[in-house]
């Protein structure tokens, strides 16, 4: 749908009967000719019920003129200018399906909009976009006739024209005997792949393409309208609780719990205090990770901070001593200033503070959320932005905010005596476990950014692993013995017992499947040489983006990308599996990643020899064993049969 402005303009426009044209005057010529000459052909004079057929729609530019892109991104010098976005509609016809618009390359042009000079990506010179059209099997032979309605705004270096709506009308017959191609070179550009796109056909599929899926399964609003915007803000807020659900948070949450629950004997205000600043400390965390996105256009996702090294190694040790102190071992004593980093401080500081720290806990999962919120944000204005950053923090901060309001849901939990102890002592270990993971996480970044890491043996990538699965053992033991020593009662000795098998499943689980992958790799370094190479020797080439501190990475790794029968095909003849570490920034994938217009992993990209290094076929943040293989069958399959080609 058009944006409001644009529908304004149009009437504005009618009423006035003042042409575009009028305004054309900029550079002295009076005799110039339009600005914009906007041109429409199809690739067919008859088609057979079955084939396809293409429209191209040809915007040629006078010279110093230009207009926005489909999807205009704006550099920060221009983050106040109101971009009109070049736009394609047809209407519905009988038996006609219109796939998704293969839109022109865009160009730099250097504008003064400003005063100043700043790069802008526009279409300009002969720019040709092409919708593809699918003929039903059953459409009833006959003429058709297509009105090709088109909206953009000329600009030249200085001024934007008024905003301009043309129609163009294209004709064909739909013929059971033949299909007669038009000669035109017009249609040398157009990419025939898309017909074997699924998912650039359906509703939407004219309107820019493919719309974001929150998780990959909910399609997201678009994002330049009102609807669009709280439609983020709501899916980020799904996406903040989530990550009190992955295991980079979980194991904190009943720590500040039992904070809440020890508080709440003494004073239900106070309880309710402890808990608004712990949901204040989330939201707080989340607001910073927006202000850099939001005015800082190379920081993107915001889990990248664990490719620096001593970040994530700092916050390994962090949690270790948090961890040893939690279990009894010491007690942190801080002067009085600097007590808030003590997690079981009794003050809004110290709760504050544990906010902070459970945020940036779920920074190694925010992958799983990335992809589909902040692609989009990355071209929003700040304030969208900060919005959606802040939804993301109330979502996150939700099972806090909940504890406050009802605090007589935690007093079910035991506040004094063996027991609570016992949970404490359960929660040290795992925050152990936790520790390992992130202090395993930085050296492995230290080692990878001193170009030394492929020097040493496999199993030092193990190694942390071992030490988070020793860990979770060790809970599943002292949880065990400790149950049996406290009560007799049948119940409580079986709850916790399985709770304990868990304990040791998970962890032993995980030692041993990240033993097996590293000791059976199948996986080829990446290279952007060795990706073109690959794929102009005839092979399908899957290429996951991953790294050592992104858990969302290893479980879809361990879940979908090892198991059969996604393995068999990776290792199949006629696939090549790259993998791009991204552990440390200085990983050759990165730039390669955000190429691909992506900005958070885990990623997945599938690339067909006939789509090329720079147009994968198929990409997904979170996937199924079903839709990885039917993405490796897509791109061995290339252009279908019936793939309308250009004529010579």
Same mark, same amino acid.
């Given at each position: ?39 429409? +052909?199809?690739?067919? @004079? ?20 230009? @207009? ?23 209407? &519905? ?92 070179? @017009? ?51 799904? +996406? ?21 629950? /020890? ?243 998970? +962890? ?80 050759? +994938? ?23 290094? &720079? ?11 079903? /839709? ?6 897509? @791109? ?13």
């Amino acid at each position: 749908m058009r944006p409001l402005s644009l529908i304004v303009s149009m009437l504005f426009s009618a009423l006035v009967a003042s042409p575009a044209s009028a305004q054309f005057d900029r550079f002295g010529d009076e005799e110039a000719a339009e600005p914009v000459v906007v041109s429409a +052909g199809v690739s067919v @004079a008859t088609v057979r019920p079955g084939d396809q057929a293409v429209i191209a729609v040809t915007l040629a530019f006078a010279e110093h003129y230009h @207009a926005y892109t489909n999807q205009p991104v704006m550099p920060k010098a221009l983050a106040d200018v109101q971009a009109i976005p070049t736009e394609i509609a047809t209407p &519905d016809a009988d038996g006609l399906e219109f796939g998704r618009i293969q839109w022109p390359d865009s160009k730099t042009a250097v504008v003064l909009f400003t005063g100043e000079p700043v790069d802008l990506e526009v279409y300009a010179g002969t720019a040709i976009a092409y919708v593809p059209i699918k003929v039903a099997p059953d459409a009833t032979p006959g003429a058709r006739s297509i009105d090709v309605t088109v909206s953009y705004q000329a600009c030249d270096d200085t001024v934007c024209l008024m905003p301009t709506t043309v129609v163009r009308t294209v004709t064909f017959d739909v013929s059971p005997d033949e299909t007669e191609l038009t000669e035109s070179d @017009a249609f040398a550009g157009f990419d025939p792949t898309v017909f074997a796109d699924r998912d650039a056909w359906g509703e939407g599929a004219l309107e820019g393409g493919p719309k974001s899926k929150f998780l990959g399964l909910v399609e997201l609003p678009g994002a330049g309208t009102l609807g669009g915007v709280l439609g983020l803000a709501f899916f980020a807020a799904i +996406g903040g609780f989530v990550l009190n659900l992955t295991p980079c948070v979980l194991p904190v949450i009943p720590i500040k719990v039992m904070t809440i629950s /020890q508080h709440a004997g003494e004073s239900r205000s106070r309880a309710l205090m402890l808990g608004l600043w712990m949901a204040i400390g989330v939201v707080a965390f989340w607001l910073g990770i927006g202000v850099p996105v939001a005015f800082i256009a190379q920081v993107t996702d915001p889990s990248i901070i664990f490719g620096i090294w001593w970040v994530t190694l700092g916050i390994g040790v962090v949690i270790l001593v948090m961890g040893v102190g939690i279990m009894g071992m010491f007690q942190i004593k801080l002067p009085q200033s600097v007590y808030m980093v003590n997690p079981k401080a009794d003050s809004p500081q110290g709760s504050f503070m544990f906010g902070v720290m459970t945020a940036v806990l779920g920074l190694p999962c925010f992958g799983f959320v990335a992809g589909a919120l902040l692609a989009g944000a990355a071209t929003m204005p700040p304030a969208v932005v900060m919005v959606i950053f802040g939804a993301m923090g109330v979502g996150m901060a939700m099972p806090y905010l909940v504890l406050a309001a009802f605090p007589g849901l935690v007093k079910k939990l035991p506040r004094t005596g063996p027991a609570s102890e016992l949970v404490k002592q359960v929660m040290g270990l795992l925050m152990i476990a936790a520790a390992a993971y992130f202090i395993g996480a930085g050296v492995i970044a230290l080692l990878s950014g001193l170009g030394v890491m492929h020097k040493l043996p496999w199993w030092i990538k193990a190694v942390h692993w071992w030490a988070i699965g020793i860990a979770m053992a060790a809970a599943c033991v002292w949880l065990t013995v400790q149950t049996i020593r406290i009560t007799k009662k049948i119940g409580p000795r079986v709850a916790f017992s399985g709770l304990s098998a868990l304990f040791l499943f998970v +962890g032993g689980w995980a030692a041993v499947n990240r033993t097996e992958h590293l000791m059976h790799n199948f996986w080829i370094d990446y290279s952007s040489e060795g990706l073109a190479d690959s794929l102009a020797e005839g092979n399908v080439v899957v290429l996951d983006f991953t790294a050592e501190w992104c858990l969302n990475c290893k479980a879809l790794e361990a879940a979908v990308l090892s198991q059969q029968p996604v393995r068999g095909e990776l290792v199949g003849p006629g696939v090549v599996p790259l993998v791009a570490d991204l552990t440390n920034l200085g990983a050759p +994938g990165w730039e390669t990643l955000r190429g691909l217009d992506q900005i958070g992993i885990p990623f997945l990209a599938v690339f067909s020899p006939e789509s090329g290094p &720079d147009r994968p076929v198929w990409v997904g943040n979170s996937y199924t064993s079903e /839709q990885v293989m039917g993405a490796i069958a897509l @791109a061995r399959e290339g252009a279908p049969e019936q793939v309308l080609t250009p004529a010579p």
